[in-house]
């Protein structure tokens, strides 16, 4: 047997990738997502001066492309003391996993929080984020209208634990619908002064790969199937030396 020929079947049939479906964004012109199907709601108690835009290469880089090629939002969405703004995805199809990079500021002096949720039905409606004002016991009931909480990056408001260089995150879904980023954040207008700025770039969709939930990444390994077809290519590569030797 040919077995320059067997390799490349080999290569061809263990190397072809298997997803879902696909779906990327790396926000190079962010006032285009409303035509691309995005959705832009903020629920806040009282909205802002500012919404969702383009990213500033003078408060920190993109993770990938140009260095202002990143979604931006700030504390400045709200004029009250809830800050709930809502980032919808288009109805990309069945996801497997959803797959993005976020960060703040170095040694941001405030908390903030993002939320990933997903509604099941496609539907837009969001939900006032809490049915009550926040009070010296909580915050009330959380509110997401049609949409279920899958994780949440810092939900205790904890200063210093939202990530200051850029995380990736990998989110299991298993379901079709859309997938919303909730920037949210409550207590900004009074102690502890909640809310400073956040990043998203490199939004992405694939197969199940082992989750990452906040450990940040710089150099991406091999998957498993990459491993396998490593592992497998060298086996092949030691018994074609030894057949040849003997």
Sequence with gaps: ??????????????????????????????????????????QS???????????????????????????????GQ????????????????????FNFYTRTVSNSPSADNLVVVHSPSGSTTTGPCVTTQPSFNGMGTTE???????????????AGTYPEQWTEYNIPVNGGGRIALIYFVDDVGQSPFNGNLIGIDSISIGPITPVNQGNPVSVPGLNVIGTAVLASLILMMLLFTFRKSH
């Design 1 to 42: 047997m040919n077995s320059k020929k067997y390799l490349m079947s080999f290569l061809l049939i263990t190397s072809a990738p298997t997803f879902a479906g696909t779906y990327s964004e790396n926000f190079d012109a962010v006032n285009q997502l409303v035509n691309e199907g995005w959705v832009f709601d903020n």
């Design 78 to 97: 709200t004029a009250g003391n809830i800050l709930c703004d809502w980032l919808i995805l288009p109805d990309i199809g069945f996801v497997e996993q």
């Design 144 to 158: 997401f209208g049609d949409f279920n909480v899958l994780f949440s990056i810092n939900p205790n408001l904890s």
């Design 45 to 75: 108690d009282f909205i802002g001066d500012l919404s969702w835009g383009q990213g500033f290469a003078s408060i920190f880089p993109a993770q990938a492309g140009p260095d202002n090629s990143y979604i931006l939002g700030g504390v």
